[in-house]
Protein backbone atom coordinates (compact mmCIF):
# COMPACT_ATOMS: atom_id res chain seq x y z
CA UNK A 1 0.00 0.00 0.00
CA UNK A 2 1.45 3.83 -0.61
CA UNK A 3 -0.65 6.57 -0.43
CA UNK A 4 -1.93 6.71 -3.84
CA UNK A 5 -4.09 3.31 -2.36
CA UNK A 6 -5.29 5.15 0.36
CA UNK A 7 -6.46 8.64 -1.58
CA UNK A 8 -8.52 5.77 -4.39
CA UNK A 9 -9.57 3.82 -1.34
CA UNK A 10 -10.95 6.91 0.33
CA UNK A 11 -12.20 8.74 -3.18
CA UNK A 12 -14.56 5.23 -3.97
CA UNK A 13 -15.34 4.26 -0.44
CA UNK A 14 -19.14 5.45 -1.14
CA UNK A 15 -19.34 4.73 -4.94
CA UNK A 16 -22.34 6.47 -5.68
CA UNK A 17 -20.81 9.52 -4.71
CA UNK A 18 -17.88 9.25 -6.36
CA UNK A 19 -19.37 8.31 -9.17
CA UNK A 20 -21.94 11.53 -9.63
CA UNK A 21 -19.24 14.01 -8.79
CA UNK A 22 -16.83 12.26 -11.08
CA UNK A 23 -19.63 12.33 -13.99
CA UNK A 24 -20.20 16.40 -13.03
CA UNK A 25 -16.99 17.23 -13.79
CA UNK A 26 -17.13 14.69 -16.88
CA UNK A 27 -19.80 16.58 -18.10
CA UNK A 28 -18.11 19.95 -17.56
CA UNK A 29 -14.88 19.13 -19.35
CA UNK A 30 -17.07 17.38 -22.27
CA UNK A 31 -18.42 20.92 -22.97
CA UNK A 32 -15.50 22.82 -22.03
CA UNK A 33 -13.12 20.20 -25.04
CA UNK A 34 -15.97 20.89 -27.33
CA UNK A 35 -16.34 24.42 -27.23
CA UNK A 36 -12.75 25.20 -27.12
CA UNK A 37 -12.64 22.71 -30.54
CA UNK A 38 -15.62 25.58 -31.87
CA UNK A 39 -13.69 28.63 -30.85
CA UNK A 40 -9.83 27.92 -31.90
CA UNK A 41 -11.54 26.73 -35.38
CA UNK A 42 -13.78 30.19 -36.04
CA UNK A 43 -10.17 31.74 -34.96
CA UNK A 44 -7.51 29.34 -36.78
CA UNK A 45 -8.12 31.75 -39.70
CA UNK A 46 -6.93 34.73 -37.48
CA UNK A 47 -4.46 32.70 -36.47
CA UNK A 48 -2.91 31.95 -39.72
CA UNK A 49 -3.84 35.51 -41.20
CA UNK A 50 -0.72 36.58 -42.80
CA UNK A 51 0.53 40.25 -41.36
CA UNK A 52 1.39 41.51 -44.66
CA UNK A 53 -1.69 40.90 -46.37
CA UNK A 54 -4.96 43.03 -46.47
CA UNK A 55 -8.74 42.43 -47.61
CA UNK A 56 -11.03 45.10 -49.88
CA UNK A 57 -14.11 44.08 -50.08
CA UNK A 58 -17.41 46.27 -50.86
CA UNK A 59 -17.61 49.08 -48.26
CA UNK A 60 -22.05 47.99 -48.17
CA UNK A 61 -20.61 44.60 -47.16
CA UNK A 62 -18.92 41.67 -48.30
CA UNK A 63 -21.66 40.33 -50.27
CA UNK A 64 -21.70 43.09 -52.63
CA UNK A 65 -19.48 42.82 -55.70
CA UNK A 66 -16.25 45.04 -57.30
CA UNK A 67 -15.32 45.87 -60.26
CA UNK A 68 -12.91 43.59 -62.12
CA UNK A 69 -11.05 47.03 -63.29
CA UNK A 70 -10.36 47.75 -59.15
CA UNK A 71 -8.24 44.81 -59.37
CA UNK A 72 -5.45 46.33 -61.99
CA UNK A 73 -5.36 49.84 -60.63
CA UNK A 74 -4.74 48.75 -56.63
CA UNK A 75 -2.12 46.67 -58.34
CA UNK A 76 -0.72 50.08 -59.35
CA UNK A 77 -0.38 51.33 -56.12
CA UNK A 78 2.35 52.26 -54.45
CA UNK A 79 3.05 49.52 -51.33
CA UNK A 80 1.67 47.21 -52.53
CA UNK A 81 3.53 43.93 -54.11
CA UNK A 82 0.98 41.47 -55.03
CA UNK A 83 -2.85 41.24 -55.64
CA UNK A 84 -5.45 38.62 -56.64
CA UNK A 85 -8.81 38.38 -56.02
CA UNK A 86 -11.71 35.80 -56.14
CA UNK A 87 -15.33 35.31 -56.20
CA UNK A 88 -18.03 33.07 -54.64
CA UNK A 89 -19.44 30.78 -56.84
CA UNK A 90 -21.80 28.98 -54.33
CA UNK A 91 -21.35 25.83 -55.18
CA UNK A 92 -22.52 22.47 -54.73
CA UNK A 93 -21.89 18.75 -56.14
CA UNK A 94 -24.78 17.12 -57.36
CA UNK A 95 -26.84 17.98 -54.56
CA UNK A 96 -27.88 21.28 -53.05
CA UNK A 97 -27.52 19.73 -49.46
CA UNK A 98 -23.68 18.71 -50.79
CA UNK A 99 -22.36 22.17 -50.28
CA UNK A 100 -19.15 22.73 -51.16
CA UNK A 101 -16.88 26.28 -50.97
CA UNK A 102 -15.88 27.09 -54.45
CA UNK A 103 -13.80 30.17 -55.57
CA UNK A 104 -13.05 31.83 -58.88
CA UNK A 105 -9.83 32.98 -59.32
CA UNK A 106 -7.12 34.54 -61.23
CA UNK A 107 -5.03 31.40 -61.14
CA UNK A 108 -1.35 32.79 -61.19
CA UNK A 109 -2.11 35.93 -59.11
CA UNK A 110 -3.97 33.62 -56.49
CA UNK A 111 -1.35 30.80 -56.53
CA UNK A 112 1.43 33.46 -55.93
CA UNK A 113 -0.51 35.53 -52.93
CA UNK A 114 -1.52 32.17 -51.13
CA UNK A 115 2.07 30.44 -51.74
CA UNK A 116 2.65 30.17 -47.86
CA UNK A 117 -0.32 28.26 -47.07
CA UNK A 118 -0.96 25.73 -49.84
CA UNK A 119 1.24 23.10 -51.76
CA UNK A 120 0.24 23.07 -55.31
CA UNK A 121 2.45 20.93 -57.62
CA UNK A 122 4.20 22.43 -60.20
CA UNK A 123 2.81 20.54 -62.92
CA UNK A 124 -0.90 21.40 -61.51
CA UNK A 125 -0.17 25.03 -61.23
CA UNK A 126 1.13 25.13 -65.12
CA UNK A 127 -2.06 23.21 -65.77
CA UNK A 128 -4.53 25.96 -63.40
CA UNK A 129 -3.18 28.76 -65.89
CA UNK A 130 -2.91 26.72 -68.50
CA UNK A 131 -6.24 24.92 -68.96
CA UNK A 132 -9.73 27.31 -69.14
CA UNK A 133 -11.78 24.43 -67.69
CA UNK A 134 -9.23 23.76 -64.66
CA UNK A 135 -10.16 23.02 -61.16
CA UNK A 136 -7.68 22.92 -58.08
CA UNK A 137 -9.46 21.11 -55.46
CA UNK A 138 -8.38 20.94 -51.45
CA UNK A 139 -7.24 17.57 -50.55
CA UNK A 140 -10.04 17.61 -48.34
CA UNK A 141 -12.50 17.76 -50.77
CA UNK A 142 -11.03 15.30 -53.09
CA UNK A 143 -10.51 12.74 -49.74
CA UNK A 144 -15.07 13.11 -49.69
CA UNK A 145 -15.82 12.99 -52.68
CA UNK A 146 -12.53 10.59 -54.14
CA UNK A 147 -11.81 12.97 -56.84
CA UNK A 148 -8.34 12.63 -58.52
CA UNK A 149 -6.26 14.46 -61.41
CA UNK A 150 -7.77 13.98 -64.78
CA UNK A 151 -11.32 13.60 -63.48
CA UNK A 152 -13.99 15.71 -64.83
CA UNK A 153 -16.70 17.10 -62.11
CA UNK A 154 -19.76 19.11 -62.74
CA UNK A 155 -20.13 21.61 -60.22
CA UNK A 156 -23.35 23.79 -59.55
CA UNK A 157 -23.81 26.66 -58.95
CA UNK A 158 -26.97 28.61 -56.10
CA UNK A 159 -26.21 31.88 -57.24
CA UNK A 160 -24.90 32.03 -61.19
CA UNK A 161 -26.40 30.59 -63.73
CA UNK A 162 -24.73 30.15 -67.30
CA UNK A 163 -26.04 32.14 -70.69
CA UNK A 164 -27.84 29.11 -71.60
CA UNK A 165 -29.23 28.60 -68.82
CA UNK A 166 -27.39 25.60 -67.22
CA UNK A 167 -26.79 25.81 -63.34
CA UNK A 168 -23.86 23.69 -63.65
CA UNK A 169 -20.23 23.90 -65.05
CA UNK A 170 -17.52 21.02 -66.18
CA UNK A 171 -14.39 21.48 -64.40
CA UNK A 172 -11.13 19.41 -64.93
CA UNK A 173 -9.13 18.16 -62.13
CA UNK A 174 -5.59 19.11 -62.64
CA UNK A 175 -4.49 19.48 -59.17
CA UNK A 176 -5.02 18.79 -55.42
CA UNK A 177 -4.25 21.75 -52.51
CA UNK A 178 -2.23 20.47 -49.65
CA UNK A 179 -1.89 22.60 -46.86
CA UNK A 180 2.00 23.75 -45.73
CA UNK A 181 0.62 24.83 -42.02
CA UNK A 182 -1.32 22.38 -39.78
CA UNK A 183 -3.99 24.71 -39.29
CA UNK A 184 -4.96 25.62 -42.72
CA UNK A 185 -7.97 23.63 -44.39
CA UNK A 186 -8.28 22.56 -47.73
CA UNK A 187 -11.88 22.07 -48.08
CA UNK A 188 -12.20 24.14 -51.04
CA UNK A 189 -12.36 24.12 -54.64
CA UNK A 190 -10.15 26.59 -57.33
CA UNK A 191 -11.56 27.30 -60.71
CA UNK A 192 -10.65 30.44 -63.49
CA UNK A 193 -12.03 33.34 -62.84
CA UNK A 194 -11.87 33.59 -66.92
CA UNK A 195 -13.75 31.16 -67.75
CA UNK A 196 -16.61 31.76 -64.86
CA UNK A 197 -17.13 35.27 -66.44
CA UNK A 198 -17.37 34.36 -69.91
CA UNK A 199 -19.96 31.93 -69.56
CA UNK A 200 -22.12 33.48 -66.73
CA UNK A 201 -25.22 35.15 -67.35
CA UNK A 202 -24.72 38.33 -64.92
CA UNK A 203 -22.86 40.05 -63.29
CA UNK A 204 -20.20 39.94 -65.50
CA UNK A 205 -16.87 41.73 -64.73
CA UNK A 206 -17.77 41.80 -61.52
CA UNK A 207 -15.49 40.28 -58.79
CA UNK A 208 -15.66 39.47 -54.56
CA UNK A 209 -12.97 40.89 -52.82
CA UNK A 210 -9.67 41.75 -53.21
CA UNK A 211 -6.62 40.49 -51.14
CA UNK A 212 -3.03 42.13 -51.73
CA UNK A 213 0.32 41.69 -50.01
CA UNK A 214 2.51 45.10 -48.93
CA UNK A 215 5.47 45.16 -49.52
CA UNK A 216 6.17 45.82 -45.38
CA UNK A 217 3.46 45.35 -42.36
CA UNK A 218 4.87 48.56 -41.33
CA UNK A 219 3.08 50.53 -44.30
CA UNK A 220 -0.51 48.70 -43.88
CA UNK A 221 -2.08 51.76 -42.76
CA UNK A 222 -0.95 53.93 -45.50
CA UNK A 223 -1.77 51.50 -48.07
CA UNK A 224 -5.77 50.61 -46.32
CA UNK A 225 -5.91 54.83 -46.45
CA UNK A 226 -4.77 54.99 -49.87
CA UNK A 227 -7.23 52.32 -51.57
CA UNK A 228 -10.51 53.31 -49.51
CA UNK A 229 -9.43 57.16 -50.79
CA UNK A 230 -9.32 56.08 -53.88
CA UNK A 231 -12.65 54.47 -54.19
CA UNK A 232 -14.28 57.11 -52.25
CA UNK A 233 -17.82 58.81 -53.53
CA UNK A 234 -17.44 55.99 -56.30
CA UNK A 235 -20.36 53.92 -56.86
CA UNK A 236 -18.88 51.03 -55.56
CA UNK A 237 -16.73 52.47 -52.35
CA UNK A 238 -14.07 50.07 -50.35
CA UNK A 239 -13.53 48.95 -47.30
CA UNK A 240 -9.96 47.68 -46.79
CA UNK A 241 -8.54 46.10 -43.56
CA UNK A 242 -5.84 43.31 -42.36
CA UNK A 243 -6.77 39.87 -43.25
CA UNK A 244 -6.44 39.31 -39.40
CA UNK A 245 -9.03 41.93 -38.77
CA UNK A 246 -11.22 40.92 -41.70
CA UNK A 247 -11.71 37.16 -40.50
CA UNK A 248 -12.23 38.28 -36.91
CA UNK A 249 -14.97 40.85 -38.53
CA UNK A 250 -16.16 37.71 -40.38
CA UNK A 251 -16.77 35.34 -37.36
CA UNK A 252 -18.03 38.22 -35.27
CA UNK A 253 -20.80 37.58 -37.84
CA UNK A 254 -21.57 34.74 -36.15
CA UNK A 255 -21.45 35.64 -32.43
CA UNK A 256 -18.89 36.62 -30.12
CA UNK A 257 -17.84 32.71 -29.70
CA UNK A 258 -14.83 33.14 -27.46
CA UNK A 259 -17.43 34.92 -24.84
CA UNK A 260 -19.75 31.76 -25.11
CA UNK A 261 -17.36 29.58 -24.68
CA UNK A 262 -16.32 31.09 -21.20
CA UNK A 263 -19.47 32.08 -19.84
CA UNK A 264 -20.55 28.21 -20.55
CA UNK A 265 -17.92 26.80 -19.17
CA UNK A 266 -17.68 29.31 -15.98
CA UNK A 267 -20.89 28.56 -15.11
CA UNK A 268 -19.80 24.96 -15.35
CA UNK A 269 -16.97 24.82 -13.77
CA UNK A 270 -18.45 27.54 -10.88
CA UNK A 271 -21.32 25.12 -10.40
CA UNK A 272 -19.15 21.95 -10.19
CA UNK A 273 -16.50 23.44 -7.80
CA UNK A 274 -19.83 24.53 -5.36
CA UNK A 275 -21.23 20.48 -5.66
CA UNK A 276 -17.89 19.12 -5.53
CA UNK A 277 -16.36 21.55 -2.59
CA UNK A 278 -19.60 21.14 -0.19
CA UNK A 279 -19.36 17.53 -1.38
CA UNK A 280 -15.82 16.71 -0.81
CA UNK A 281 -16.62 18.85 2.94
CA UNK A 282 -19.02 16.76 3.94
CA UNK A 283 -17.39 13.98 3.14
CA UNK A 284 -14.24 15.01 5.29
CA UNK A 285 -16.31 15.70 8.13
CA UNK A 286 -17.83 12.57 8.22
CA UNK A 287 -14.35 10.77 8.58
CA UNK A 288 -13.10 13.15 11.13
CA UNK A 289 -12.34 10.25 13.76
CA UNK A 290 -10.30 8.83 10.58
CA UNK A 291 -8.25 11.37 10.29
CA UNK A 292 -7.99 11.74 14.05
CA UNK A 293 -6.41 8.31 13.93
CA UNK A 294 -4.15 9.09 10.71
CA UNK A 295 -2.71 12.20 13.36
CA UNK A 296 -2.75 9.89 16.05
CA UNK A 297 -0.58 7.24 14.69
CA UNK A 298 1.86 10.13 13.54
CA UNK A 299 1.10 10.98 10.14
CA UNK A 300 1.66 15.07 9.97
CA UNK A 301 -0.69 17.47 9.58
CA UNK A 302 1.06 17.95 5.99
CA UNK A 303 0.61 14.23 4.77
CA UNK A 304 -2.86 14.38 5.82
CA UNK A 305 -3.17 18.18 3.92
CA UNK A 306 -1.57 16.11 0.76
CA UNK A 307 -4.09 13.23 1.31
CA UNK A 308 -7.38 15.12 1.18
CA UNK A 309 -5.78 17.23 -1.92
CA UNK A 310 -5.03 14.14 -3.11
CA UNK A 311 -8.36 12.83 -3.43
CA UNK A 312 -10.13 16.17 -5.14
CA UNK A 313 -7.11 16.11 -8.20
CA UNK A 314 -7.56 12.46 -8.42
CA UNK A 315 -11.55 13.05 -8.82
CA UNK A 316 -10.99 16.23 -11.34
CA UNK A 317 -8.43 14.26 -13.25
CA UNK A 318 -10.90 11.22 -13.61
CA UNK A 319 -13.51 13.39 -14.45
CA UNK A 320 -12.10 15.65 -16.79
CA UNK A 321 -9.63 13.46 -18.74
CA UNK A 322 -12.96 11.23 -19.15
CA UNK A 323 -15.17 14.33 -20.47
CA UNK A 324 -11.83 15.29 -22.72
CA UNK A 325 -12.14 11.87 -24.25
CA UNK A 326 -15.56 12.38 -25.26
CA UNK A 327 -15.00 15.49 -26.72
CA UNK A 328 -12.31 14.20 -28.76
CA UNK A 329 -14.68 11.77 -29.74
CA UNK A 330 -17.24 14.36 -30.50
CA UNK A 331 -15.30 16.71 -32.35
CA UNK A 332 -13.67 13.80 -34.22
CA UNK A 333 -17.36 12.43 -35.25
CA UNK A 334 -18.69 16.02 -36.40
CA UNK A 335 -15.29 17.31 -38.13
CA UNK A 336 -16.61 15.89 -41.42
CA UNK A 337 -20.30 16.56 -41.30
CA UNK A 338 -19.37 20.10 -40.15
CA UNK A 339 -16.18 20.64 -42.67
CA UNK A 340 -18.07 23.52 -44.89
CA UNK A 341 -18.84 25.29 -41.65
CA UNK A 342 -16.26 24.76 -38.91
CA UNK A 343 -13.45 23.40 -40.84
CA UNK A 344 -10.21 22.05 -39.10
CA UNK A 345 -12.49 21.38 -36.33
CA UNK A 346 -10.65 19.27 -33.59
CA UNK A 347 -9.07 19.21 -30.00
CA UNK A 348 -5.73 20.16 -30.04
CA UNK A 349 -2.35 19.77 -27.81
CA UNK A 350 -3.22 23.40 -26.92
CA UNK A 351 -6.56 22.63 -25.51
CA UNK A 352 -5.37 19.43 -23.95
CA UNK A 353 -3.14 21.40 -21.77
CA UNK A 354 -5.33 23.91 -20.78
CA UNK A 355 -7.77 21.70 -19.95
CA UNK A 356 -5.26 19.44 -17.21
CA UNK A 357 -4.05 22.75 -15.67
CA UNK A 358 -8.23 23.84 -15.48
CA UNK A 359 -8.02 20.20 -13.64
CA UNK A 360 -5.41 20.37 -11.34
CA UNK A 361 -6.75 24.25 -10.48
CA UNK A 362 -10.00 22.38 -9.82
CA UNK A 363 -8.68 19.91 -7.86
CA UNK A 364 -6.80 22.35 -5.29
CA UNK A 365 -9.81 25.00 -4.92
CA UNK A 366 -12.28 22.11 -4.29
CA UNK A 367 -9.57 20.56 -1.92
CA UNK A 368 -8.42 23.44 -0.34
CA UNK A 369 -11.09 24.41 1.85
CA UNK A 370 -11.71 20.48 3.71
CA UNK A 371 -7.98 19.68 3.26
CA UNK A 372 -7.27 23.00 5.41
CA UNK A 373 -10.41 21.36 7.66
CA UNK A 374 -8.37 18.19 8.30
CA UNK A 375 -5.04 19.75 8.79
CA UNK A 376 -6.63 21.40 11.40
CA UNK A 377 -8.67 18.78 13.18
CA UNK A 378 -7.28 18.14 16.79
CA UNK A 379 -6.66 14.82 17.37
CA UNK A 380 -8.41 14.70 20.42
CA UNK A 381 -11.12 16.34 19.21
CA UNK A 382 -11.63 14.36 16.19
CA UNK A 383 -11.19 10.98 18.31
CA UNK A 384 -14.31 12.47 20.50
CA UNK A 385 -11.86 12.65 23.94
CA UNK A 386 -11.24 16.21 24.29
CA UNK B 1 10.17 7.30 41.13
CA UNK B 2 12.72 5.13 39.35
CA UNK B 3 15.73 7.12 37.83
CA UNK B 4 15.17 4.60 35.03
CA UNK B 5 11.11 5.14 34.05
CA UNK B 6 10.22 5.32 30.54
CA UNK B 7 7.47 7.56 31.44
CA UNK B 8 8.03 10.50 33.60
CA UNK B 9 5.05 13.36 34.93
CA UNK B 10 6.51 15.69 36.88
CA UNK B 11 4.32 18.36 38.55
CA UNK B 12 1.50 17.93 35.60
CA UNK B 13 -1.28 20.64 35.57
CA UNK B 14 -3.97 20.33 33.08
CA UNK B 15 -7.42 21.86 33.06
CA UNK B 16 -10.25 23.13 31.06
CA UNK B 17 -12.68 26.08 31.05
CA UNK B 18 -16.34 25.13 30.67
CA UNK B 19 -17.92 28.34 30.42
CA UNK B 20 -16.68 30.69 32.72
CA UNK B 21 -15.73 28.45 35.05
CA UNK B 22 -11.92 27.21 34.68
CA UNK B 23 -12.01 22.95 36.13
CA UNK B 24 -8.41 21.72 37.35
CA UNK B 25 -8.29 17.70 36.42
CA UNK B 26 -4.63 17.50 37.65
CA UNK B 27 -2.94 19.45 39.92
CA UNK B 28 1.02 18.90 40.02
CA UNK B 29 0.70 15.55 39.07
CA UNK B 30 3.64 13.06 39.23
CA UNK B 31 3.95 9.13 38.02
CA UNK B 32 6.76 7.10 36.58
CA UNK B 33 6.40 3.79 34.59
CA UNK B 34 9.17 2.03 34.21
CA UNK B 35 10.25 -0.19 31.03
CA UNK B 36 7.85 -3.38 30.66
CA UNK B 37 5.47 -2.32 33.03
CA UNK B 38 1.44 -3.18 32.54
CA UNK B 39 -0.18 0.26 34.39
CA UNK B 40 -4.60 -0.36 34.71
CA UNK B 41 -5.60 2.97 35.14
CA UNK B 42 -9.22 3.11 36.98
CA UNK B 43 -11.20 6.38 38.25
CA UNK B 44 -14.65 7.94 37.86
CA UNK B 45 -15.54 9.03 35.58
CA UNK B 46 -14.11 12.67 34.42
CA UNK B 47 -11.69 11.78 36.78
CA UNK B 48 -8.57 12.41 33.77
CA UNK B 49 -7.86 9.23 32.65
CA UNK B 50 -8.28 9.93 28.74
CA UNK B 51 -6.87 13.05 29.53
CA UNK B 52 -3.54 11.33 31.02
CA UNK B 53 -3.67 9.06 27.67
CA UNK B 54 -3.84 12.21 25.86
CA UNK B 55 -1.24 13.59 27.05
CA UNK B 56 0.96 10.66 26.89
CA UNK B 57 0.14 10.35 23.27
CA UNK B 58 1.16 13.87 22.98
CA UNK B 59 -2.13 15.00 21.20
CA UNK B 60 -3.50 17.17 24.12
CA UNK B 61 -0.73 19.42 25.79
CA UNK B 62 0.06 20.30 29.65
CA UNK B 63 -0.70 23.59 31.08
CA UNK B 64 2.14 23.32 33.38
CA UNK B 65 4.71 20.52 34.42
CA UNK B 66 7.04 18.29 32.41
CA UNK B 67 6.32 14.76 30.33
CA UNK B 68 8.70 12.88 29.36
CA UNK B 69 9.16 9.75 27.29
CA UNK B 70 11.88 7.51 26.66
CA UNK B 71 14.02 10.53 27.67
CA UNK B 72 12.36 12.46 25.06
CA UNK B 73 10.57 15.94 26.82
CA UNK B 74 7.32 16.18 25.14
CA UNK B 75 5.78 18.76 26.75
CA UNK B 76 6.16 22.07 24.37
CA UNK B 77 6.93 20.07 21.45
CA UNK B 78 5.59 20.89 18.27
CA UNK B 79 2.63 19.63 16.09
CA UNK B 80 4.76 18.14 13.54
CA UNK B 81 7.89 16.90 16.32
CA UNK B 82 4.61 15.27 18.30
CA UNK B 83 3.11 13.89 15.01
CA UNK B 84 6.97 12.40 15.13
CA UNK B 85 7.00 11.02 18.15
CA UNK B 86 4.02 9.52 17.65
CA UNK B 87 4.64 7.43 14.95
CA UNK B 88 7.87 6.66 16.47
CA UNK B 89 6.73 6.11 20.08
CA UNK B 90 3.50 5.69 20.53
CA UNK B 91 0.63 2.77 19.74
CA UNK B 92 -2.77 3.86 20.41
CA UNK B 93 -5.47 1.27 21.30
CA UNK B 94 -9.04 2.46 21.27
CA UNK B 95 -12.50 1.34 22.28
CA UNK B 96 -14.09 1.54 18.93
CA UNK B 97 -11.37 0.03 17.27
CA UNK B 98 -11.35 2.74 14.41
CA UNK B 99 -9.97 0.69 11.89
CA UNK B 100 -10.53 2.44 8.32
CA UNK B 101 -13.49 0.61 6.91
CA UNK B 102 -11.95 0.50 3.27
CA UNK B 103 -8.80 -0.78 3.95
CA UNK B 104 -8.04 -4.62 4.50
CA UNK B 105 -6.61 -5.60 8.07
CA UNK B 106 -3.04 -6.00 6.52
CA UNK B 107 -3.80 -2.51 5.15
CA UNK B 108 -4.95 -1.30 8.06
CA UNK B 109 -2.16 -2.52 9.82
CA UNK B 110 0.27 -1.37 7.31
CA UNK B 111 -0.76 2.17 7.99
CA UNK B 112 1.92 3.12 10.75
CA UNK B 113 4.40 1.49 8.63
CA UNK B 114 4.08 4.22 5.83
CA UNK B 115 5.56 6.37 8.14
CA UNK B 116 8.81 4.74 7.97
CA UNK B 117 11.78 4.72 5.45
CA UNK B 118 10.77 0.01 4.90
CA UNK B 119 10.21 -1.45 1.14
CA UNK B 120 7.01 -2.85 0.83
CA UNK B 121 8.07 -6.32 1.36
CA UNK B 122 9.65 -5.29 5.07
CA UNK B 123 6.42 -3.96 5.46
CA UNK B 124 4.38 -7.03 4.58
CA UNK B 125 7.20 -8.85 6.91
CA UNK B 126 6.36 -6.76 9.75
CA UNK B 127 2.28 -6.95 8.98
CA UNK B 128 2.14 -10.51 9.05
CA UNK B 129 4.00 -10.87 12.45
CA UNK B 130 2.06 -8.44 13.62
CA UNK B 131 -1.45 -10.29 12.72
CA UNK B 132 0.86 -13.46 13.83
CA UNK B 133 0.97 -12.11 17.36
CA UNK B 134 -2.54 -11.06 17.84
CA UNK B 135 -3.64 -14.40 15.93
CA UNK B 136 -5.20 -12.89 12.69
CA UNK B 137 -2.68 -14.01 10.26
CA UNK B 138 -5.79 -15.76 7.91
CA UNK B 139 -7.83 -12.96 8.18
CA UNK B 140 -5.04 -10.29 6.57
CA UNK B 141 -7.22 -9.79 3.75
CA UNK B 142 -10.49 -9.29 5.40
CA UNK B 143 -12.51 -5.79 5.64
CA UNK B 144 -13.25 -4.76 9.27
CA UNK B 145 -16.90 -5.34 8.41
CA UNK B 146 -16.43 -8.78 7.89
CA UNK B 147 -14.78 -9.73 11.18
CA UNK B 148 -16.15 -9.55 15.02
CA UNK B 149 -15.55 -7.05 17.56
CA UNK B 150 -12.99 -9.01 18.77
CA UNK B 151 -11.43 -9.50 15.82
CA UNK B 152 -11.45 -5.86 14.89
CA UNK B 153 -9.97 -5.09 18.37
CA UNK B 154 -6.93 -7.72 17.61
CA UNK B 155 -6.28 -6.13 14.16
CA UNK B 156 -6.08 -3.00 16.20
CA UNK B 157 -3.55 -4.13 18.62
CA UNK B 158 -2.02 -5.44 15.47
CA UNK B 159 -1.73 -1.71 14.28
CA UNK B 160 -0.52 -0.47 17.88
CA UNK B 161 2.33 -2.68 17.93
CA UNK B 162 3.70 -3.09 13.89
CA UNK B 163 6.11 -0.35 14.39
CA UNK B 164 7.64 -1.51 17.55
CA UNK B 165 6.18 1.64 19.78
CA UNK B 166 7.87 2.28 23.09
CA UNK B 167 4.38 2.11 24.87
CA UNK B 168 0.94 0.95 24.31
CA UNK B 169 -1.85 3.49 25.23
CA UNK B 170 -5.12 0.99 25.35
CA UNK B 171 -8.30 3.63 25.94
CA UNK B 172 -11.13 1.18 27.46
CA UNK B 173 -9.69 -1.45 25.07
CA UNK B 174 -12.73 -4.15 25.83
CA UNK B 175 -15.32 -1.67 26.48
CA UNK B 176 -16.89 -2.61 23.63
CA UNK B 177 -17.02 -6.54 23.75
CA UNK B 178 -18.59 -9.01 25.72
CA UNK B 179 -16.31 -10.65 28.46
CA UNK B 180 -14.84 -13.25 26.93
CA UNK B 181 -14.19 -11.57 23.99
CA UNK B 182 -12.52 -8.85 26.37
CA UNK B 183 -10.49 -11.89 27.78
CA UNK B 184 -9.06 -12.45 25.02
CA UNK B 185 -7.86 -9.05 23.94
CA UNK B 186 -6.79 -9.12 27.87
CA UNK B 187 -4.50 -12.02 27.01
CA UNK B 188 -3.15 -10.44 23.92
CA UNK B 189 -2.18 -7.54 25.84
CA UNK B 190 -0.71 -9.30 28.79
CA UNK B 191 1.61 -11.61 26.20
CA UNK B 192 2.55 -8.15 24.80
CA UNK B 193 3.40 -7.14 28.32
CA UNK B 194 5.08 -10.22 29.53
CA UNK B 195 6.36 -12.29 26.28
CA UNK B 196 7.94 -9.12 24.45
CA UNK B 197 8.18 -6.44 26.86
CA UNK B 198 5.57 -3.71 25.80
CA UNK B 199 4.88 -1.09 28.21
CA UNK B 200 1.18 -1.00 28.10
CA UNK B 201 -0.93 1.81 29.81
CA UNK B 202 -4.44 0.75 29.73
CA UNK B 203 -7.34 2.93 30.78
CA UNK B 204 -10.32 0.97 32.11
CA UNK B 205 -13.56 1.09 34.15
CA UNK B 206 -13.62 -2.63 34.48
CA UNK B 207 -11.69 -4.15 37.63
CA UNK B 208 -11.54 -7.53 35.73
CA UNK B 209 -9.78 -6.06 32.97
CA UNK B 210 -7.48 -4.32 35.47
CA UNK B 211 -6.67 -7.44 37.08
CA UNK B 212 -4.43 -8.41 34.01
CA UNK B 213 -2.41 -5.74 34.40
CA UNK B 214 0.85 -5.61 36.70
CA UNK B 215 -0.47 -2.95 38.78
CA UNK B 216 -3.50 -1.03 39.09
CA UNK B 217 -3.01 3.26 39.44
CA UNK B 218 -6.62 4.78 40.81
CA UNK B 219 -7.20 8.33 39.79
CA UNK B 220 -9.43 10.72 41.85
CA UNK B 221 -8.95 14.41 42.46
CA UNK B 222 -6.52 14.63 39.94
CA UNK B 223 -4.11 12.41 42.09
CA UNK B 224 -2.66 8.56 42.01
CA UNK B 225 -3.68 6.01 44.48
CA UNK B 226 -2.24 2.61 43.91
CA UNK B 227 -4.38 0.29 44.40
CA UNK B 228 -4.04 -4.15 44.27
CA UNK B 229 -6.83 -5.59 43.07
CA UNK B 230 -6.41 -8.97 43.60
CA UNK B 231 -6.39 -7.91 47.37
Same mark, same amino acid.
Given at each position: MNDFVLVFKNLFRRKLRAGLMIFSIFIA?? #?? =? *?????ERAFNAGQELAAADRLVTVNKINFTQPLPYSYYGRIAGMEGVKR???? %????????? /??QFLITFAVEPRSYMDVMAEEFDIAPDAQAAFVRTRTAALVGETVANKYGW? +???? +? /?? $??????????ARSWDFDVVGIIKPKKPLIDTNFVLFQYEYFNETRSFAKDTIGWLVLQTTSPAINDKVIKTIDETFANSPFETATDTEKAFNKA?????? %? #???? *???? *?????VTILMIVGNTMMMAIRER $??? #?? +????? =?? /???? *?????LGETLLLALIGGLAGLGAAALVTTAMRESLANFVPGLALNAQIVVLALALMVALGLATGLMPAVNALRLKVAAGLGRG | MSDHALVRLEGVTKGFVKGQESIAIFKALDLAIPTGDFVAVMGPSGSGKTTLLNLLGGIDHVDAGAITVAGQRIDGLSENALARYRAANVGFVFQFYNLMPMLTAAQNVELPLLLTPLKKAQRRTHVETALAVVGLADRAKHYPREMSGGQQQRVAIARAIVSDPKILLCDEPTGDLDRA?????????? @???????? @????? @????????????TLHL????FFEKDLAA
Open positions: FA #IF =G *VLASFVTFA %NWFGGYYQD /PKK +VGDR +V /PL $SSSIFSQKNGFMAQLG %N #IALI *VTLV *VGAAF $SRE #IA +VLKAL =GF /PGGR *VLRLV | TADEILGVLQ @TLNRELGK @TIVMV @THDPAAARYAKRDKGQ
